[in-house]
């Protein structure tokens, strides 16, 4: 049986890093280094049971190599379960590129990576992710067809991630209000990027009363002023008097810190991975009479977009799918409820019920 076991618990560098491959059952890690161009990655493909594993590559300026593997372990994991639950017959796999995304791109760096990608040859298929726009995976693509979200295609993930997760926060709403209108509801979006831009667009339209926050202050203002909604402080966003925090930047917001300070009733946000440690704070949230929607469920609507690039289906195939988000939240809702287990362990066993099945049948790549 295909087993979730917790990244966060572990401390990388007390540890060799095929050990940690082993024990959270990975199958490749490629480190990737290239002084010319000053590329510094990591490619880490998980599982690839359901499929070649297909993740988008993320550029941060990590605090060491110790955090971007940390990071890239937790992400390409992540996307085994969200490929899984979403139906697809893709595996899961990510990258990190250590470095200011701000300052450190360029046309020979995103090359060179496509080149590293390459040679795994179809195993692993990148996209865009935190730091990465579609302009840079056309530079990747010059050196490898492993790559989906280019222009002209399938295009930014960012609206069909944004529209799965305002759907699955109405599935939320719906078992916790008796209504999944979202009209005069108070939501709290943290991060107004691409997907929380879009995500702040489909509240307004609702009528819910937004506020947002985010590290870049021209997005910040600008999406204020479009959509008309209120900004708080980067720690300020934690106290407000809300209904549902949507948490849609980096992962672990969710921590012992913010659930003492949270008032939200519905935890629901585009984010990876926002429970710092799932089996305590997944637990603590479900105690707390809070519905968490599981991230890896909620957010798939990227990962779909790109399906639909990689099989040749349509935008509207994409959005049709991402529709069905609502769906697979509320069943995990009440699954989680009637058998009063968290509602990230009720999604991780529908993911992994699909991988153990589908691999008495088929070999990972």
């Known amino acids: 049986m295909f087993e979730v076991k917790n990244i966060e618990d572990?401390?990388?560098?007390?540890?060799?890093v095929i050990a940690q491959m082993s024990k959270y059952d990975h199958e490749q890690?490629?480190?990737?280094?290239?002084?010319?161009?000053?590329?510094?990655?990591?490619?880490?493909?998980?599982?690839?049971?359901?499929g070649p594993a297909l993740g988008g590559t993320r550029m941060w300026a990590y605090s060491d190599e110790m955090e971007a593997l940390k990071d890239v372990l937790r992400l390409s994991r992540g996307m085994t379960y969200k490929n899984s639950i979403s139906g697809l017959n893709l595996g899961g796999g990510k990258a990190v590129i250590?470095?200011?995304?701000?300052?450190?791109?360029?046309?020979?760096?995103?090359?060179?990576?496509?080149?590293?990608?390459?040679?795994?040859?179809?195993?692993?298929?990148?996209a865009e992710d935190v730091g990465i726009s579609p302009i840079d995976m056309t530079w990747?693509?010059?050196?490898?067809?492993?790559?989906?979200?280019?222009?002209?295609?399938?295009?930014?993930?960012?609206?069909?991630?944004?529209?799965?997760?305002?759907?699955?926060?109405?599935?939320?709403?719906?078992?916790?209000?008796?209504s999944d209108s979202l009209t005069g509801k108070k939501v709290a979006v943290q991060g107004v990027g691409h997907v929380g831009e879009y995500l702040v667009e489909s509240?307004?339209?609702?009528?819910?009363?937004?506020?947002?926050?985010?590290?870049?202050e021209p997005t910040l203002k600008r999406v204020a002023e479009t959509f008309g909604a209120k900004v708080v402080g980067l720690d300020e966003i934690y106290d407000i008097d809300m209904d549902i925090y949507a948490p849609c930047a980096l992962g672990a917001t969710v921590?012992?810190?913010?659930?003492?300070?949270?008032?939200?009733?519905?935890?629901?946000?585009?984010?990876?991975?926002?429970?710092?440690?799932?089996?305590?704070?997944?637990?603590?949230?479900?105690?707390?009479?809070?519905?968490?929607?599981?991230?890896?469920?909620?957010n798939a609507g990227g990962v779909i977009n790109c399906y639909s690039e990689v099989k040749g289906l349509s935008s509207q195939w994409a959005m049709g799918k991402a529709e069905e988000i609502y769906g697979t939240i509320a069943n995990i809702v009440k699954r989680s409820k009637a058998e009063n287990v968290p509602t990230y362990q009720i999604a991780n066993k529908m993911a992994e019920e699909r991988i153990a099945s589908i691999g008495k049948v088929k070999l990972p790549l």
């Open 203 to 216: 509240l307004a339209k609702e009528g819910a009363e937004i506020y947002i926050t985010d590290i870049h």
């Open 255 to 298: 921590n012992d810190e913010t659930l003492d300070r949270l008032k939200c009733s519905i935890i629901a946000g585009a984010a990876n991975n926002q429970l710092q440690n799932e089996t305590i704070h997944g637990k603590a949230v479900m105690q707390r009479g809070m519905i968490y929607a599981p991230d890896f469920a909620l």
């Open 10 to 16: 572990t401390n990388l560098a007390e540890n060799p």
């Open 98 to 126: 250590i470095g200011d995304a701000r300052s450190m791109k360029s046309e020979a760096l995103f090359r060179r990576f496509g080149k590293f990608v390459n040679s795994l040859g179809g195993k692993y298929i990148t």
């Open 29 to 50: 890690l490629l480190f990737c280094n290239d002084n010319a161009t000053g590329l510094k990655a990591i490619i880490a493909v998980h599982n690839t049971v359901l």
């Open 140 to 178: 990747v693509s010059m050196e490898t067809n492993h790559v989906v979200g280019l222009p002209g295609k399938s295009g930014d993930p960012s609206p069909v991630t944004a529209h799965g997760t305002y759907v699955g926060m109405k599935a939320c709403a719906k078992e916790q209000f008796g």
